[in-house]
């Protein structure tokens, strides 16, 4: 495939985005709202956000990571993707979720934070300011205590692992390149799963 000529015009598809109520929507919305949003979606501030096109490695990088945690993951937790955190008006879908086994159910589409465990974004060339920046905020605020960025370094995954403070905010724990070895939320010895296709 070739690159379109710059003065050609931009070719795209209509996705009909729904006019919020007034409040915005929420979380419980979600169920209503996949039936009419034709497209990758997440709420922001109770606004319906389009999500960016997922690229190969990121899309590898999501499965081979979700099941290497599910090899070591314990019973009492849940190795998922792609579901939403109930943060009220946002709700934003992490890549990878360790989730409370308790809370998940088969029509499962989004969490309580308090039931998630860890939240990890796999960094991609048009999301980088909201996986580095935003999610890592939005997380926190949430109380949720074990974030993990995944980075694409030449092809090879490297995960950043942080865990939150007392007062806010995450603190890095690790860079791991070749081995990913942490103690929380569970006690995890693996080889960085490489990305292949």
């Known amino acids: 495939m070739t690159a ?12 009909m985005l729904p006019t919020p109520p007034l409040e915005g929507f929420t979380a419980a919305d979600i169920p209503r709202l996949i039936e009419v949003v034709d497209a990758p979606f997440e709420l922001l501030d109770g606004e319906v956000v389009m999500m960016a096109p997922a690229t190969q490695w990121h899309d590898e990088a999501m ?10 993951a314990p019973r009492d937790f849940v190795i998922t993707t792609e579901k939403g955190i109930d943060l009220g008006h946002t709700v934003p879908e992490p890549d990878v979720l360790a989730v409370a086994r308790a809370a998940v159910h088969a029509d499962s589409l989004y969490f309580a934070p308090e039931d998630v465990a860890l939240a990890v974004e796999i960094v991609s060339p048009r999301t980088k300011t909201k996986d580095r920046t935003l999610r890592p905020a939005q997380y926190a605020r949430a109380g949720i205590r074990h974030f993990w960025r995944v ?19 995450y603190a890095p724990t690790g860079v791991h390149r070749t081995r990913l070895r ?8 693996l080889v960085v799963p490489e990305v292949t296709w």
């Not at 379109?4 to 996705?15: F, K, N, Q």
């Open 4 to 15: 379109a000529h710059p003065l050609e015009p931009i070719h795209g598809r209509m996705v």
């Open 63 to 72: 499965d081979v990571l979700k099941f290497a945690l599910r090899g070591v």
């Open 151 to 169: 980075e694409n370094e030449r092809g090879a995954m490297v995960v950043y692992t942080f865990e939150l403070l007392p007062e806010g905010g």
């Open 182 to 189: 942490v103690d929380r939320p569970f006690p995890i010895d």
